[in-house]
């Protein structure tokens, strides 16, 4: 008696989907290091993940994603397998070096008609596509000149920024400045477990300050060169709850999240930085310039909010600034993924809460959610059913937090493709398709059956 199951999921899948409104956007996310490959070819420059990747002990198994999933050659047929599962927006990110080499000046003509390429077979798909500017890799040439913790890294972006909207704006409405600022300056600038590999205080402040500026300053841009575009940003952001009901585990969360969740949305919307609860950030008044406060603001048109999990914060004497230590997942005996995230599907309905409760928040889209799991491809299937329970768990918070008022109007699963995951290579798998690495053969997993059944019908 398969066959009613599978009828009445389809039906409950049919009507979840019209839960969210026609208007509703759906897709896929992905970024350009994770999937292009193409590292060095027609007059690509190198990029920080391309330098970092090169040094011994950066990358679990020494993975590096000078092919990846070779999406610099397969998109034609990765945007016809996107067709086929009815999937109707498409994020991917423009990557700066491929456009850029040296990240200012001369404009490589090849890496435009590659996106150029990618955009009209999108659009002859009936696909929509969705920008990001900047996925994390840096021209390692502005770098080397000081990267983002360099104040020139503004300028050198604005420039970046504006050959992209006068290459593409007459194609793309959907923009998005920065993905995760918190995660490329904290992993990258403080912890070093990023590219570029820079570690402290002294690299993450101004870092997290020129970030800030460069996300409003490029919203600014692509305002001026592209006045119908709908304009965003996306941010990281994790549902945090103290250990225990202790005094310094209450404020120890407290600290924490006002690092991981408000310290880039906040300035944007004209509130400055969380000094209160973050007391560490009123050293980066070092790297204030005056009318900065002013230049930090920017109205944009949507906020992307990326969220996976939960985490749970308990005080420690050990972190120097934070007082504040992760109780990981693994000793906590809650269900996770491969990443050792917890699988919490109320996360995101009360991320979207708590970033509705801002004034002046405009409307919402989930610009990333999903899972890796240890999937096995056998027979030419994968059939990843706890990919799909996460899936459809978190959407059900999605859909309260929608029913409850928040302006959430669009929700992108991360990923299309599993793919080249930073840090952690290519063990933690991601994707709707699976994806084997030696002969870059696609399966549609049953998360994608899944998700095009949801969507269609
Ligand atoms: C996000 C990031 C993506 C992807 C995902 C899963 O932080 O934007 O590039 O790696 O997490 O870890």
Redesign the pocket.
């Known amino acids: 008696m398969k066959a009613p199951k599978i009828q009445m999921e389809l039906k409950e899948n049919i009507f979840a989907r019209e839960l969210f409104g026609e208007d509703f956007k759906w897709g896929v996310?992905t970024?350009a290091y994770?999937i292009e490959g193409g590292h060095d070819l027609h007059g690509k420059g190198p990029s920080v993940w391309d330098v970092f990747t090169a040094k011994s002990g950066t990358i679990l198994n020494g993975h590096h994603g000078n092919t990846a999933c070779d999406f610099y050659n397969t998109y034609l047929e990765d945007i016809a397998m996107m067709k086929e599962l009815g999937i109707p927006n498409f994020r991917f990110s423009l990557s700066w070096p491929r456009i850029i080499p040296n990240g200012t000046g001369e404009v490589n003509q090849s890496g435009i008609e590659f996106y150029n390429k990618v955009i009209d077979a999108c659009l002859a798909n009936d696909i929509e596509p969705w920008v990001t500017v900047y996925?994390?890799d840096l021209p390692h040439e502005l770098e080397l000149r000081g990267g983002w913790a360099d104040r020139d890294i503004i300028s050198w972006f604005k420039e970046y920024v504006a050959v992209c909207a006068k290459a593409f704006g007459d194609r793309v409405k959907y923009w998005m400045v920065l993905?995760?600022p918190m995660?490329f300056t904290g992993a990258g600038y403080f912890m070093g477990v990023h590219a570029p590999g820079k570690k402290g205080l002294t690299n993450f402040l101004p870092a997290a300050h020129h970030a800030v500026l460069a996300m409003a300053e490029g919203g600014r841009v692509l305002r001026q060169l592209i006045p119908t575009a709908e304009i965003g940003t996306?941010f990281?952001c994790s549902y945090i709850e103290p250990y225990t009901t202790s005094r310094k585990d209450v404020v120890a969360a407290r600290r924490a999240d006002a690092l991981m969740n408000r310290l880039f949305i906040e300035p944007i919307l004209g509130l400055g930085y969380p000094e209160e609860d973050l007391p560490v950030v009123k050293k980066l008044k070092k790297y204030y310039q005056p009318g900065d406060t002013e230049l930090m603001q920017f109205d944009f048109d949507f906020i992307g909010i990326?969220n996976?999990t939960r985490e749970i914060v308990k005080h420690s004497i050990f972190v120097p600034y934070l007082n504040a230590v992760l109780v990981k997942a693994g000793n906590r005996r809650v269900p996770t993924t491969a990443?050792g995230w917890e699988v919490y599907p109320p996360a995101i309905y009360h991320m979207l809460k708590k970033y509705s409760d801002y004034a002046g928040m405009p409307k919402i889209y989930i610009t990333?959610n999903?899972a890796?799991f240890p999937d096995v491809a056998a027979d030419g299937k994968v059939n990843d059913t706890e990919r799909v329970h996460y899936l459809r768990s978190y959407l059900r918070q999605v859909l309260k937090a929608k029913s409850e008022g928040v302006n959430v109007q669009g929700y992108f699963v991360?990923?299309l493709l599993d793919n080249f995951?930073?840090a952690e290579g290519y063990h933690?798998r991601?994707g709707l398709v699976h994806v084997d690495f030696d002969t870059q053969r696609r399966i549609i997993k049953s998360s994608g059956y899944w998700y095009k059944a949801f969507l269609n019908g």
Request: glycine fraction near 4%; charged fraction near 15%; avoid cysteine.
């Open positions: 996310s970024a994770q996925h994390w993905n995760e995660v996306t990281s990326q996976y990443m990333e999903g890796a991360w990923t995951e930073w933690p991601f």
